[in-house]
């Protein structure tokens, strides 16, 4: 049995055809079918996710270290329960609505092209992060940490500055209405 995958390519793999080893580094997987598997205890280095189908996936103790996500569908996915040891996570063209990232630190994360409803960014620390043209529509921002991020093109997003830590955040006019909502005040 082989513990460690390094620098192979996985295309359109379903869960079940996954191999026994527990940790993959630099591997790339490419239209794979992971819906609903159970991913716990994997670790995952310098891996990239393509087109893949992760909705729903388990994370219960996964490490991911420098990951990336292209265009995969990760909706559901409780990256709150994942390993916290180097956990660094970036995506792009991404569906991550319902999404969980409790207490997760994940500073310098990019989100890029996103749809993030109703994700769950809690006590996350996102510091200095980019979100780059996403939809944050519902999504939860309480105790967050968000010093130096980026949110200048992204959208319908609410975030109270008084219980979220904005210091430094960059912020366009068109996303003045998210910082004041809770204030019921119209800006036009």
Excluded: W
């Amino acid at each position: 049995m082989q513990l460690l995958q390094e620098d192979q390519t996985f295309t359109k793999l379903s869960a079940a055809e996954l191999t026994s080893a527990q940790t993959y580094e630099h591997c790339k997987f490419v239209a794979c079918n992971f819906a609903n598997a159970n991913l716990d205890g994997l670790v995952f280095i310098d891996c990239a996710f393509e087109d893949c189908n992760l909705l729903l996936i388990s994370v219960g103790s996964t490490g991911f270290q420098n990951v990336t996500f292209k265009h995969c569908k990760l909706s559901g996915v409780n990256f709150g329960k994942a390993r916290d040891f180097l956990f660094e996570v970036n995506f792009e063209g991404c569906i991550l609505d319902n999404a969980v990232f409790y207490k997760k630190k994940n500073k310098k994360g990019r989100f890029a092209d996103c749809s993030m409803i109703e994700t769950d960014l809690t006590e996350a620390d996102l510091t200095e992060a980019k979100f780059i043209n996403c939809n944050l529509h519902r999504a939860f921002f309480s105790r967050t940490i968000l010093k130096g991020a980026d949110l200048r093109s992204s959208y319908n997003f609410s975030i109270d500055p008084d219980d979220n830590i904005v210091k430094k955040a960059h912020f366009s006019l068109h996303g003045l209405p998210g910082l004041l909502a809770k204030y019921d005040i119209k800006v036009e």
